[in-house]
């Protein structure tokens, strides 16, 4: 189960942009093991700048598999951003939920966001990060 943030979204829906990432997406859409989270389609589609952009995003989104935020997932976030806090880091609470949706879902969080390596190095969260290659190209 591979859950894409928006990090790499980003990369995936342009293009030309970043071919690897973009490449690495795609394969995992063609066998089905792509997850989101609402926060990730929120992310998404307020960026669009059409309507027609804004339908087109949210069918393909419709078709993910969507990992559930329950309560006990509201739950975990709180607790990892309180833990986080008391490492001295101060990680936006929208990556604080993406994460604690990974963690709980034993899910690998495809990612182009340096908050999520950080969060990786203090807690169980399993990461494919494309940080370093996307700061190389750029």
């Known amino acids: 189960m591979i859950l894409v ?20 997406i795609d394969h995992l ?22 309507k027609e952009e804004f339908d087109r995003l949210k069918n393909r989104l419709d078709a993910l598999y969507e990992i559930s935020t329950d309560a006990k997932l509201w739950s975990s ?9 008391r490492k001295g880091l101060t990680i936006p609470y929208t990556d604080i939920l993406i994460a604690s949706a990974a963690i709980q879902s034993k899910a690998i969080l495809l990612h182009a966001d340096s908050h999520f390596d950080l969060i990786a190095e203090q807690t169980e969260l399993k990461v494919e990060s494309y940080v ?3 700061q190389e190209e750029f």
């Open 29 to 50: 859409l063609e066998i089905d093991n792509v997850f989101t989270l609402g926060m990730i389609r929120l992310e998404l589609l307020g960026g669009t700048k059409t």
């Open 77 to 85: 976030a709180g607790q990892l951003a309180f833990d986080l806090q």
């Open 5 to 24: 943030d928006t990090s790499a979204w980003i990369f995936a829906l342009r293009k030309n942009l970043f071919i690897k990432l973009k490449s690495r």
């Open 132 to 134: 370093t290659q996307v």
